[in-house]
T-cell receptor
Framework: DAGVIQSPRHEVTEMGQEVTLRCKPI?????LFWYRQTMMRGLELLIY????????DSGMPEDRFSAKMPNASFSTLKIQPSEPRDSAVYFC????????????FGPGTRLTVT | AQKITQTQPGMFVQEKEAVTLDCTYD???????LFWYKQPSSGEMIFLIY??????QNATEGRYSLNFQKARKSANLVISASQLGDSAMYFC?????????????FGTGTQLKVEL
């Protein structure tokens, strides 16, 4: 299996621009997670989906952030408009079901907003 | 709510020695799982080991073992025979297994440096 795939791996954008991060989970995994990692706040869960349905978005920082999962093999995290404080590494992870132990992480997208 | 505390921001160990990375947790969930992940400088998150709160024995995976002390709410990671490739950031995490949900709560991490 190819593992969790994220694109782009690096994104540099100017403040105010829209940013879209993409994720393809491992085939057959029912859960998909979006995390953000910064030096100040560590690893934070932003939102997670079960069977394409958002279950918990309490970690989404504000209305500028939105996430979708239109089908079982694709999810997006969108920031509009982006701000410098959004600069971070964004990870996507997936897991088969609640009885499974680990979450499988993608390589991450390093976002820099100037 | 769950909380993970890793009090060691950085650790050094000599190659071939064993090292213990500390992790304490707090939760009101009667059933929970504890995890350790490794993040090398390349940035990916690599799952290492899992311990369920009702598991009778401490988990082991190759050179990794988890020293689980439930009464003390600690879940320390022990790496035996350290290798240079073990130099990385290590994160302890947990999730509740009752009440639904599949959220992982992470600690702040410990940066491990293995020296010759």
């Amino acid at each position: 299996d190819a593992g969790v795939i994220q694109s782009p791996r690096h994104e540099v954008t100017e403040m105010g621009q829209e940013v879209t991060l993409r994720c393809k989970p491992i085939s057959g995994h029912d859960y998909l997670f979006w995390y953000r990692q910064t030096m100040m706040r560590g690893l934070e869960l932003l939102i997670y989906f079960n069977n394409n349905v958002p279950i918990d978005d309490s970690g989404m920082p504000e209305d500028r952030f939105s996430a979708k999962m239109p089908n079982a093999s694709f999810s997006t995290l969108k920031i509009q408009p982006s701000e410098p404080r959004d600069s971070a590494v964004y990870f996507c992870a997936s897991s088969p079901d609640t009885s499974s132990y680990e979450q499988y992480f993608g390589p991450g997208t390093r976002l820099t907003v100037t | 709510a769950q909380k993970i505390t890793q009090t060691q921001p950085g650790m050094f160990v000599q190659e071939k020695e064993a090292v213990t990375l500390d992790c304490t947790y707090d939760t009101s969930d009667p059933s929970y799982g504890l995890f350790w992940y490794k993040q090398p400088s390349s940035g990916e998150m690599i799952f290492l080991i899992y311990q369920g709160s009702y598991d009778q024995q401490n988990a082991t995976e190759g050179r990794y073992s988890l020293n689980f002390q439930k009464a003390r709410k600690s879940a320390n990671l022990v790496i035996s025979a350290s290798q240079l490739g073990d130099s990385a950031m290590y994160f302890c995490a947990m999730r509740g297994l009752t009440g639904g949900g599949n959220k992982l709560t992470f600690g702040t991490g410990t940066q491990l440096k293995v020296e010759l």
